[in-house]
């Protein structure tokens, strides 16, 4: 267990230095360096400050959130398959999104987008509340969270169908699939204090949710406030991977594979997973993000597509390995 953080931390820190490296203008490591601390350069500077930096600390904190998040959502449900799309967080949030590209708002504001995004993201928190019920278990709340999920995804499909502008509906296509290209820091300073709030809100579970695997009732009679331990992990969800969802798109797999890639190496106490998982999910994206700009530089391939490649694979051995134990 103890190897395991050092080593993602700094696997994660170099994946960022090669983020903030690595890119189509081929720029030297020493012009790259001196334009990002001292500023030397205009063309260079701007390249590393308002294009590269930006991209980099997105791709570690969106990463984080899906990692973490998944990693919570899982020890909460007890359900290896579990993922932080399941509560309707992230179709919401991708909902507002196509609302503001569809309505012309994207293009008349520039925060309009991301700020729509969080909107939905807010919204569905107050739905999954309502739906699962004050002192809901976790039934109520995959239910509920399926149902928004259906729902949102539903009224996605709706807006793009009606859509009169096919240019509309290709940029709403084209946004769904994921990707940290053109982001500034306008973008970072949008989204990250709500990342890190979710983040803070989600780490503060560790004790609860060991607490959980034993079930519910021996959770409760350890001291355990289940209402409040699910009412933070919705909050710090929807906040996390609503911001996650309103600067990156739809990025799937991330919540789903990183936890488990990890539970072996941190044994089966989800408070060692979070950290863990938070670290591993910062490095799965931050790579899938160079690994666009190093397979396709010229055909813009979205994080969105290069992750469900990835993770889609991954599910199916998890099934098969299910099978086999089963057998």
């Excluded at 149902?147 to 009606?162: E, F, I, K, Q, R």
């Excluded at 699910?230 to 309103?246: F, M, Q």
């Excluded at 979070?274 to 530089?297: E, Q, W």
């Amino acid at each position: 267990m103890k190897p395991v953080l050092p080593a993602l931390a700094l696997l994660v820190a170099a994946l960022f230095a090669a983020s903030l490296l690595i890119g189509p203008a081929g720029l030297g490591l020493g012009d790259s360096l001196r334009a990002l601390f001292r500023g030397d350069g205009d063309a260079v500077v701007l390249v590393m400050r308002e294009i590269r930096l930006p991209r980099a600390i997105l791709g570690l904190l969106a990463g984080a959130v899906l990692g973490l998040s998944g990693a919570a959502m899982q020890g909460y449900l007890r359900n290896p398959l579990a993922e932080p799309g399941l509560i309707g967080v992230s179709s919401s949030a991708a909902l507002g999104a196509v609302l503001a590209l569809q309505t012309g708002l994207a293009a008349a504001l520039p925060l309009a987008l991301p700020l729509s995004a969080l909107t939905g993201a807010g919204l569905s928190v107050l739905l999954i509340l309502l739906l699962a019920g004050p002192r809901g278990g976790a039934l109520a709340l995959i239910l509920a969270g399926i149902a928004l999920s259906a729902l949102t995804s539903a009224l996605t499909s709706l807006v793009l169908n009606l859509s009169p502008n096919p240019f509309a509906a290709m940029e709403i296509v084209y946004w769904m699939m994921g990707s940290l290209a053109d982001r500034s820091m306008t973008h970072v300073w949008l989204a990250a204090p709500f990342m890190a709030a979710g983040m803070a809100a989600l780490l503060t579970l560790g004790r609860g949710l060991d607490a959980l695997t034993l079930g519910e009732d021996a959770a409760q009679s350890l001291g355990v406030n289940l209402p409040r331990l699910r009412l933070t992990l919705i909050l710090g969800t929807a906040a996390s991977v609503g911001a996650a969802v309103a600067v990156a798109g739809a990025v799937g797999f991330v919540g789903l594979v990183v936890p488990h890639l990890l539970r072996p190496l941190v044994g089966a106490r989800p408070s060692r997973l979070l950290p863990a998982s938070a670290l591993g999910g910062a490095a799965m994206l931050l790579a899938a993000d160079i690994a666009t700009r190093l397979v396709a530089p010229d055909q813009d391939l979205k994080l969105g597509v290069l992750t469900a490649l990835v993770g889609a694979p991954f599910f199916l051995h998890l099934i098969w390995r299910m099978r086999r134990v089963e057998a």
